[in-house]
């Protein structure tokens, strides 16, 4: 599903001595399919930005629409229950929304409540718990005995289980081990690649940006700072550092490397090898110029 | 969860009121509170009127956010009127709408009756608004003090209530975030016949006892693991102290007190 921003806006606590714009004058489009990355510093916004895709919030200024969804600043969203079944939001620290007795019936908690069918809510969760890398034996035990990691993979797979067709991801490996989230985000963008899903992951790692999306969108005290594809955006080092980022180690790397040899290597996405054979090469002319 | 309601929230600024000592607050509040009592006549009514306005506006928090926080409260005071105008019968008959006469003294008696529960209202409120609530708490334990020699558990008492104090608002953030994930797991919190709208707290109840129960028990831990013994020989962090600003205020509102039984009829 398409998803468009029309200067949008939120305001926390309007018209109190509390009053916080959270967003401002927000305006993107994404087209259907994309792998999209959010990042900013902490408060900038981000999670605020993705509360609007399945209408937890609704803008106090502008349009958001998702897919024949619209929803507008002041008017009241039409058909919330059909938007949310489509849109599936993982929160940050996800693990806190468990509640069943036990993980089979958490995991099939969603998919009930938007109505599907008995059988179809049992195939949807073994594959969705065979999707989290967890064994099935774990859809008896109650959530609440779970490890953390655990716990985290099955609120995944709770969401993933109302078959959504746009999945928002916030911070969704925050806290894991570095292979347990390793292991999550390659299996989020294998579901996206397989189910045609459209993503939006929310991430302070820009290896994870770099790596998986096409399309980046960075926030800045809750204005859109910078957004393009990933190549064009993370060569922007200066920049970027000074609304607190960093860019990703491959793109330090070329930039230290500009700063010592005095050879300019631009980044166009090439992998590690080819990246290699490209610094040989001018290695190897440089030692020719001696 | 955005609420309008103002009672219990406390709005940083750097007004006199919001400088003074809570316990000098307290005390001046409690006071109020009693001789708004003792008020019978026009001037009197005036004089705490502009007492209680006057402090409030020099608190400097935005008129409008007062008025409408107090929304809830407004309606109270509109009820009292009411019932005092028509239930109320001496002096002379003033009108009658339909078959029902006002008397003279039923006006007299809602409108102090109304201005009365306003005053006090805002007067109090006027204590959380200014003084965080952890202020609040070491000035009753303070003032509660003379009890610990009767084995009254003082200090146990305003440990309880800062700690539920610090956690009110973690909660509401908690409450928020859980029942926007369960929300967009489908589940309705706002629509829908009420036997489903029950069913709905389920999914938001369970995760917030285990996440209090968790929060519990490691604030436990974190207060063992410093050594936390309780109230004997504890110094303090934040040490209560009068100033010259507090005498000031004493000494005002002792005028009031003085000008109220002046002006009383
Ligand atoms: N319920 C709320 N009431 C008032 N202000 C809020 C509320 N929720 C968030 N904010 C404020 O809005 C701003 C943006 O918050 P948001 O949660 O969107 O940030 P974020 O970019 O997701 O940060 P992080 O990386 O820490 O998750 C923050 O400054 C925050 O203090
Ligand atoms: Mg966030």
Redesign the interface.
Known sequence: MDITFQDVSYI??????FEFRALEDISFHIPSGSFVAVIGHTGSGKSTLI?HL?G?VRPTNGEVIVGSHSMKAGEKTKDL?DL??K???V?QY?E????EENVEKDIG??P???GVKEEEIKRRTREAIQAVQLPEELLDRSP?DLSGGQMRRVAIA??LA?SPDVLVLDEPTAGLDPRGQREIMEMFHRLHKEKRLTTVLVTHSMEDALRYADHVIILNHGKKFMEGQPKEVFVNEKELREVQLDVPEVIQFLNKLEQRLGKKVPYHGQTITQLAKELAAVVKGREAHE | MSSNMIIGQYVPGNSVIHHLDPRTKITIIFFFVLIVFFANSVMSYGLLTVFSLGSALSTRIPVKYLVKGLTPVWFLILFTFILHLFVTKEGTVLFSILTLDVYSGGLIQGLSLSLRFFLLILVTSLLTLTTTPIAITDAIEDMLGPLKKFRFPVHELALMMSISLRFIPTLMQETEKISKAQASRGVDFKTGPIKDRVKAIVPLLVPLFVSAFKRAEELAMAMEARGYQGGEGRSKLRKLQISRLDIYSFIVFGLVIFGLFLTRS
Request: glycine share 10%; proline share 10%; hydrophobic share 40%.
């Open positions: 926390y606590q309007p018209n109190s001595p509360q399945n937890l229950k949310r079944e849109v599936g939001v929160f996800p806190h929304q468990l509640f908690f969603g009930l409540n938007f609440f709770g969401v109302m």
